[in-house]
């Protein structure tokens, strides 16, 4: 399994046109000898094809109360937060934005964003570090926000904590310095995307769960 996912991240490095390609020796100056020592094409593209992160028959459904239409590919996106964690501590400067996993498959999840250039897919709540791009990855299909405490980054619900008001009673007063401070870092979500798509692995399929693990 080590091996398939190497083989993955290196897709994502070497861009060819298809999976093919990869091991294709009709051509010298293209030819990826590497990728024929760890895989035979058929192979690879066997273990691609039945690849999954967990087991099926062990997953609630759909009438069941636990079930959770993110269930099949949930346990990566908690594994890749908590290996963040361990390997990575943000700085001050934290931004949250939303991004989207574009896909044409059908989920609940699948959500329809005018504003993104997709405009369907799995959208996901960001929170990024202005500087590096590093990033924790939060999946919902509510209309969800968050507060983040400049000190200890620290997310939260804002119903957590602070009280409700009325936008009548509101003061129209001048915006806290801390929005222009954060106007100011908002590209951590940006610069993710763009470190992302630069070494894109993402292959081409209807199934949204596997778009959400590559």
């Given at each position: 399994?080590?091996?398939?996912?190497?083989?993955?991240?290196?897709?994502?490095?070497?861009?060819?046109?298809?999976?093919?390609?990869?091991?294709?020796?009709?051509?010298?100056?293209?030819?990826?000898?590497?990728?024929?020592?760890?895989?035979?094409?058929?192979?690879?593209?066997?273990?691609?094809?039945?690849?999954?992160?967990?087991?099926?028959?062990?997953?609630?459904?759909?009438?069941?109360?636990?079930?959770?239409?993110?269930?099949?590919?949930?346990?990566?996106?908690?594994?890749?937060?908590q290996q963040s964690k361990q390997h990575y501590k943000p700085k001050q400067n934290l931004s949250i934005d939303e991004s989207l996993i574009a896909s044409k498959g059908r989920s609940s999840?699948?959500?329809?964003?005018?504003?993104?250039?997709?405009?369907?897919?799995?959208?996901?709540?960001?929170?990024?570090?202005?500087?590096?791009?590093?990033?924790?990855?939060?999946?919902?299909?509510?209309?969800?926000?968050?507060?983040?405490?400049?000190?200890?980054?620290?997310?939260?619900?804002?119903?957590?904590?602070?009280?409700?008001?009325?936008?009548?009673?509101?003061?129209?007063?001048?915006?806290?310095?801390?929005?222009?401070?954060?106007?100011?870092?908002?590209?951590?979500?940006?610069?993710?995307?763009?470190?992302?798509?630069?070494?894109?692995?993402?292959?081409?399929?209807?199934?949204?769960?596997?778009?959400?693990?590559?």
């Open positions: 399994m080590k091996g398939f996912m190497s083989v993955i991240l290196n897709m994502g490095l070497i861009r060819k046109p298809s999976i093919t390609e990869y091991w294709n020796t009709n051509f010298p100056s293209q030819d990826t000898v590497w990728f024929r020592n760890i895989f035979s094409r058929n192979r690879f593209q066997s273990i691609l094809k039945n690849f999954h992160v967990v087991d099926n028959t062990t997953l609630p459904n759909r009438n069941d109360d636990n079930y959770s239409p993110t269930s099949k590919f949930q346990c990566f996106v908690d594994l890749f937060n999840i699948i959500q329809y964003i005018p504003s993104k250039a997709a405009k369907f897919g799995v959208k996901l709540r960001v929170l990024a570090e202005a500087v590096s791009g590093k990033m924790k990855v939060f999946i919902s299909d509510k209309e969800e926000f968050f507060f983040v405490h400049i000190k200890n980054g620290m997310v939260e619900s804002p119903l957590d904590s602070y009280p409700l008001f009325s936008k009548a009673a509101q003061e129209n007063d001048k915006p806290a310095m801390i929005c222009s401070a954060y106007n100011k870092f908002m590209g951590g979500v940006d610069l993710t995307d763009m470190m992302t798509e630069s070494y894109n692995d993402g292959r081409k399929t209807l199934k949204v769960w596997k778009k959400g693990c590559f």
